[in-house]
């Protein structure tokens, strides 16, 4: 199961590395910053809303048929993507790598969570985060392979248009490992010696179930769906402009830092971003989610600070402190699920996460939207340097702060939210409506 969630999550983790083609196709086809972000933020909006509707369809169909169609679609999105470049029509582009393309990120995205947890019920943060750590680091892999087709093909409309191209067969090809691997487990499989009441003694974490139609009406979902919100919004504005942001904050020092310098960074944070999805959550399993969650969105807090308060004066600590943002922001998105199984239990927990990933939809547009739209007016009024982030940096700490506080207010789920209690041979239905 491990190898067939990381073909598909490795793959189109891709989307991490989209800051590599902004510079090449602003150029090319004569963009706005805010513009060349739009593939990436509708990938990631359709991203949320593919999985939120897509989820009950997963839970029904398994995640062999859910991994075909994500890459059915995130393939077909590069298709599109390079015919739009090759004939200089942008909305093409769009269309392919953000509509189509974010539908197979979606059902992708969440195939394999589910599954995972099934196979390890008694380490449900590690499980979570093999799955989810392959997304993380799938711009590990796609930007340094990007940048160097890139200057092979060349930047112009062609060699663009040629990578996409070779991006979506490969693609193709290496998603189909996950198709014909994964698996699941029989019904009522547990590991061996492993108690599920024994583990239920934790804060926060129940034997009950809470059906997907009930979850949503709960106050934890909702505060839940804030912290994932903003701790996304928080990362994915550093990310998504993540090479050009570097070589501005540095372009008046000694030591400009150079296109090439720059996609090592993206992979850097990459790196970052895989890591702490699996390290992160494995800890989680250890102190807790909410204790976790604590140090995301608190230290993730101070680390923007520092950045904002050093400015220009040290590229290392830059640095540094954007590999510990990424390292929570990944973190993050590989706890919820355990976080949500330990509020609601495993019963329709994929389609649960579905759900509240349309926190990533909204994030995925408000976080590029602000580093971009503020990067953009800065540079008009003649602001150069760390001046151009300075104040996105500090909304991002706000959005840390308020994620905070909505993680302190989550309680145990109320007992009225619980599925009734079922003997062993009444299977557990799935309510109308509920899926």
């Known amino acids: 199961m491990p190898p067939a969630a990381l073909a598909v999550h490795l793959s189109i983790g891709q989307a991490y590395a989209w800051s590599v083609f902004k510079p090449p196709l602003e150029k090319a086809l004569d963009l706005s910053g805010t513009a060349s972000a739009l593939p990436f933020q509708l990938g990631i909006v359709m991203l949320g809303l593919s999985a939120a509707f897509g989820g009950p369809l ?64 008694d380490r449900p943060g590690m499980a979570t985060g093999i799955a989810i750590m392959g997304f993380g680091g799938g711009a590990l892999i ?38 014909f691997l994964v698996r699941v487990p029989r019904d009522g499989w547990l590991p061996e010696g492993w108690n599920p009441a024994a583990a239920a003694t934790r804060a926060l974490v129940t034997t009950a179930n809470v059906s997907a139609r009930n979850a949503i009406r709960t106050p934890q979902f909702w505060c839940l769906w804030v912290v994932l919100c903003f701790n996304v919004t928080a990362g994915i504005g550093i990310l998504e402009k993540a090479a ?82 990424l390292s929570f922001y990944g973190g993050g998105f590989a706890t919820v699920p355990a976080y949500l199984k330990d509020l609601f239990g495993t019963y329709q927990v994929g389609a649960i996460h579905g759900r509240l990933l349309t926190a990533w939809s909204i994030a995925g547009v408000l976080g590029p939207l602000i580093v971009n739209a503020i990067a953009d007016s800065q540079e008009a009024a003649g602001k150069t340097g760390p001046a151009l982030y300075t104040t996105s940096l500090y909304i991002m700490i706000g959005l840390l702060v308020i994620g905070f506080v909505a993680n302190e207010l989550i309680r145990p789920v109320s007992d009225k939210y619980h599925e009734p209690v079922l003997t062993s041979a009444e299977p557990l239905a799935t309510p109308q409506g509920g899926s």
């Open 142 to 179: 796609a930007s340094p392979w990007s940048t160097q087709m890139l200057s092979s093909f060349g930047a112009g409309t062609g060699g663009i248009a040629e990578t996409f191209l070779v991006h979506g067969l490969v693609y193709a090809l290496f998603m189909s490992l996950g198709v």
């Open 244 to 325: 050009p942001m570097i070589q501005d904050f540095f372009a008046h020092t000694a030591t400009p830092v150079s296109a090439g310098a720059a996609a090592g960074f993206v992979a850097l944070l990459s790196l970052a971003n895989m890591t702490g999805r699996i390290v992160w959550s494995s800890t989680s399993d250890l102190i807790g989610r909410k204790n976790m969650y604590r140090v995301y969105l608190g230290a993730g807090a101070l680390l923007y600070l520092v950045i904002a308060l050093a400015g220009d004066s040290h590229n290392f600590v830059f640095i540094l402190c954007a590999i510990g943002i």
């Open 58 to 121: 997963v839970e029904r169909n398994g995640p062999r048929w859910a991994m075909f169609i994500s890459m059915v679609c995130f393939s077909s999105g590069f298709l599109i993507s390079a015919l739009g470049v090759a004939t200089r029509q942008y909305w093409l582009v769009v269309l392919g790598y953000g509509f189509v393309g974010g539908i197979g990120l979606g059902i992708g995205y969440i195939s394999p969570v589910s599954t995972l947890m099934k196979w390890f019920p």
